[in-house]
């Protein structure tokens, strides 16, 4: 794969986001931290009566039954996670088509990414007082905005190679290595930073914050000045807007592809699944070290998690070459099931505690691979022409059930008090992804999606320069695009 202006703005996209993602895990310590404060409960989640220190209250070992507006402590944060899987659900399916009606794609990675920043900025401020309004900003304003930073970047990929196979497999795996390298690189500085420093956890967390948007400055500046422009791939319908356009877009692209590309609405129902339980696994597991198997610090294990991560990623290709798309990637999902049956039956209390190593390179190795595995899984199966909406269905699906985990981990912790039995919520989930996968016809949807290899625009390794303008195709302009279905051209008045 050749380097162009828009590769390097894809990778550097990564140096942008990945610091300011993962400084989430220092920060929710903090929510967890003032959440058991509010509710009059220890760090480690023990009750505080009445005279005692947190030390004494730790020594009895007294399960807090306080609640922190409304909720257990140890709920905060899949509650948080729940909260904003629903705002998503609502708001993602049509951020994919609206963006396909106007030639606002670059600009959507770019304001997009820029509130993501500033929301981060913003939580540098967490204390005491202000942790619950920095838990909405965090759910609301946060990862809404990656959200749609990220749909819009990764419509892109398509386009900036030139084979679907082997070029976007390989772009695909080396861009989750770099930003899972990214994430160990930032969790260190910070951990280096906090150790001379002395910082106690708010603070370590603020300097995460703080340090996260100073090194996401440059790396959100070479986005923007060598990520290209796009065209607008459909136009408005007369009487309508962009945003009812939008919606209308999403009803009629469902049935598109069940009458033309069926093998991606099956692998959508399978992410629905396995997508929403990934999603919950750094918050459950943040609430399950901390909480049940009261180890005070978990950014060691978090850390090694995201080094076996980038082991994971590492081994995708290996995946691909000997089982397939379809069994790599159900071998992936399965590397999540083993793990939440090891908590469950093993690891769940402060004796059994050393066995969250075991539990941590299990879901590394299939958070690492997973998201390499799973963009070049659906991004040969999508049609051409149609990216940023595929994208946004993509992205849409990842979280349209992201709620649901967490719910059901915080309804089965709120009743029980027993995060042992909630892990079957992240459980369950996987496991339907990973039989929903099974039903996939790989090749069947490959031959489908090659049929509109000719409306997609290349403007990246296959030899367009910097701007990413509008390309015409085999003599087709690309704002109208057309997709073959049964051997007949389908204009957008019929999709």
């Known amino acids: 794969m050749r380097s162009t202006p828009e590769t390097r703005a894809f990778y550097y996209d990564v140096l942008f986001r990945a ?56 709920s905060v944060l899949t509650t948080l996670n729940s909260a904003a899987g629903l705002i998503l ?52 304003v946060s990862a809404t905005s990656y959200m749609i930073h990220q749909t819009a970047i990764f419509a892109y990929a398509t386009e900036i190679v030139d084979d679907l196979d082997k070029e976007l497999l390989h772009m695909n795996a080396s861009v989750r290595v770099w930003e899972l390298v990214t994430m160990l690189g930032f969790m260190v500085l910070v951990t280096i930073v906090g150790m001379i420093g002395g910082f106690d956890v708010v603070a370590k967390s603020s ?22 422009n796009r065209p ?33 609405l099956k692998f959508l129902r399978a992410l629905l699944f396995f997508e929403s339980a990934n999603g919950s696994i750094i918050f459950a597991s943040t609430t399950l070290i901390t909480q049940q198997l009261k180890i005070e610090d978990p950014s060691p294990i978090l850390l090694s998690i995201i080094v076996i991560s980038a082991f994971g990623a590492g081994l995708v290709p290996l995946l691909h070459r000997n089982l ?14 083993v793990a939440s049956l090891i908590v469950i039956l093993f690891v769940h209390s402060e004796e059994t505690a050393g066995g969250i190593w075991i539990v941590g390179i299990l879901y590394g190795l299939g958070i690492g691979a997973t998201y390499p595995m799973q963009r070049t899984f659906y991004m040969i199966l999508i049609p051409g022409g ?23 981990f915080t309804a089965l912790n709120e009743s029980t008090n027993d995060m042992r039995l909630a892990m079957f919520s992240i459980l369950g989930f996987h496991l339907a992804g990973i039989l929903l996968l099974g039903l996939v016809d790989v090749e069947k949807g490959r031959a489908q999606a090659k049929k509109t290899d000719h409306l997609r625009i290349h403007n990246g390794a296959g030899g367009g320069g910097k701007g990413g303008g509008l390309k015409v195709v085999n003599g087709e302009d690309q704002d109208l695009v057309a997709v073959e279905l049964g051997g007949e051209d389908i204009g957008d008045d019929h999709l």
């Open 19 to 74: 610091p300011l993602f993962i400084s989430i895990l220092f920060l929710s310590t903090v929510f967890l931290k003032f959440a058991n404060e509010e509710a009059g409960c220890t760090e480690a989640g023990y009750d505080i009566g009445a005279g005692q220190t947190e030390e004494e209250a730790d020594a009895a070992e007294v399960k807090c039954t306080g609640r922190a507006y409304g909720i257990r402590p140890s």
């Open 89 to 140: 659900a609502f708001l993602l399916p049509v951020i994919g088509s609206i963006i396909d009606h106007t030639s606002y794609r670059k600009q959507c990675v770019v304001y997009a990414g820029a509130v993501f920043w500033l929301s981060n900025l913003v939580q540098c401020f967490t204390n005491s007082d202000s942790w619950f309004a920095m838990v909405v900003i965090q759910g609301a």
């Open 207 to 228: 300097t995460s914050q703080a340090l996260a948007g100073l090194i996401a400055a440059y790396p959100g500046y070479v986005v923007f000045k060598d990520l290209g």
């Open 232 to 264: 607008n791939l459909n136009k408005v319908p007369a009487g309508s807007s962009v945003l009812t356009a939008g919606f209308n877009k999403v009803f009629k692209t469902a049935r598109f592809l069940r009458a033309s590309h069926p093998e991606v």
């Open 324 to 337: 397939g798309v379809k069994k790599g990637m159900m071998l992936v999902v399965g590397f999540n099931v």
């Open 386 to 408: 149609l990216e940023t909406q595929m994208m946004g269905l993509l992205q849409f699906c990842s979280i349209f059930l992201g709620w649901a985990p967490g719910l059901v």
